[in-house]
């Protein structure tokens, strides 16, 4: 099983500031497989990224992802008021897929 | 657009079992996987399986094979969820999910909260 570990737990950002959040997998990830997601609370998880740095329909350009092997990175380059939220990395390659535990964007 | 639409939250003992639907809409329902995510209380996200409709076949979590079952009614472009002998460790939101070969998760059902208390 992949396990992965998002750094850190929790980010304090202003309005406006970027944001850097970061995955790393146990094992290398197939790139073609790995998404970032946003969660609301009381609402379930949005895509956000697939395939390491494409982004899913609808999702803004200030949303960015990067990285290869076992390191992985979501970019929020101009943090928006509906950004703070909860962010998760999965790979989806293997089985079982796995999530990282979550980065909790929080306001400064 | 697609949809994916699950039943109502559910209040169940302990020992008992938990059957939960999500019916798929606005794509062609035998052309992608759905799979089933759940999410205890202030925790994170844990991938329980995947059934393939067109096929009925099913892949599961370790932890999870020999309690949960998979089904799906392709004439009514439904998938169900069973889980058995639930403990108060089940209680959760299970969400199902639309799987790609290359999105991923893409499209995912609204949840539905499953409470297992005595």
């Known amino acids: 099983e992949i396990v992965l570990t998002q750094s850190p737990g929790t980010l304090s950002l202003s309005p406006g500031e970027r944001a850097t959040l970061s995955c790393r997998a146990s094992q290398s990830v197939n790139s073609r497989y790995f998404a970032w997601f946003q969660q609301k609370p009381g609402q379930a998880p949005r895509l956000l990224i697939y395939?390491?740095?494409s982004r899913a329909i609808g999702i803004p350009d200030r949303f960015s992802g990067s990285g290869s092997g076992t390191d992985f990175t979501l970019t929020i380059s101009r943090l928006e008021p509906e950004d703070f939220a909860v962010y998760y990395c999965?790979?989806?390659?293997?089985?079982?897929?796995?999530f990282g535990q979550g980065t909790k964007v929080e306001i400064k | 657009q697609v949809q994916l639409v699950q039943s109502g939250a559910e209040v169940k003992k302990p020992g008992a079992s938990v059957k939960v639907s999500c019916k798929a809409s606005?794509?062609?329902?035998?052309?992608?996987?759905i799979h089933w995510v759940r999410q205890a209380p202030g925790q994170g996200l844990e991938w329980m399986g995947w059934?393939?409709?067109?096929?009925?076949?099913?892949n599961f979590a370790q932890k999870f094979r020999g309690w949960v079952t998979m089904t799906r009614d392709t004439s009514i472009t439904t998938t169900y969820m069973e889980l058995t002998r639930l403990t108060s460790d089940d209680t959760a939101v299970y969400y199902c999910?639309?799987?790609?070969?290359?999105?991923?998760?893409?499209?995912w059902g609204q949840g539905t909260l499953v409470i297992v208390s005595s």
């Open positions: 606005g794509y062609t329902f035998t052309g992608y996987y």
């Open positions: 059934i393939v409709p067109s096929s009925g076949d099913t």
């Open positions: 395939g390491v740095s």
């Open positions: 999965q790979q989806y390659g293997s089985s079982p897929l796995t």
């Open positions: 999910a639309r799987g790609d070969v290359l999105t991923g998760t893409d499209y």
